[in-house]
């Protein structure tokens, strides 16, 4: 076990792997695509090839759900890790996640 693995997840509440095609803008630009990777009450993880920099506000617009306003707090190159402004209620994370499930879980 490696010091990475011993270390303990700050993430807010548990994240399940999605794969989702959805789009990312930054108030008063034009949207970009993005994939989001995971997803968890609380946020996502995205990759997404456009300049978006440092924390700042975009809203997530998902397929068939109004845009949600989100946080930068991490990037990684194309990937980025983002906080939702406002958690999602469990029924509707629920329903995204049986709904978009990842396609490596669905090969299996």
């Not at 993005?34 to 997404?48: E, K, N, P, V, Y």
Request: hydrophobic residues 40%.
């Amino acid at each position: 076990m490696n010091d990475i693995s011993k270390r303990r997840d700050p993430r807010a509440s548990q994240r399940t792997d999605v794969e989702i095609s959805a789009s990312v803008r930054e108030p008063g630009l034009g949207s970009v695509d993005a994939m989001i990777l995971d997803l968890s009450i609380t946020g996502f993880r995205m990759r997404c090839l456009t300049r978006l920099t440092g924390e700042k506000v975009i809203f997530l617009k998902l397929p068939s759900f109004a845009a949600l306003e989100s946080k930068i707090c991490w990037r990684d190159g194309d990937y980025f890790g983002c906080e939702f402004a406002q958690s999602l209620h469990p029924a509707v994370y629920n329903h995204i996640i049986a709904k978009y499930p990842s396609l490596q879980i669905a090969a299996e």
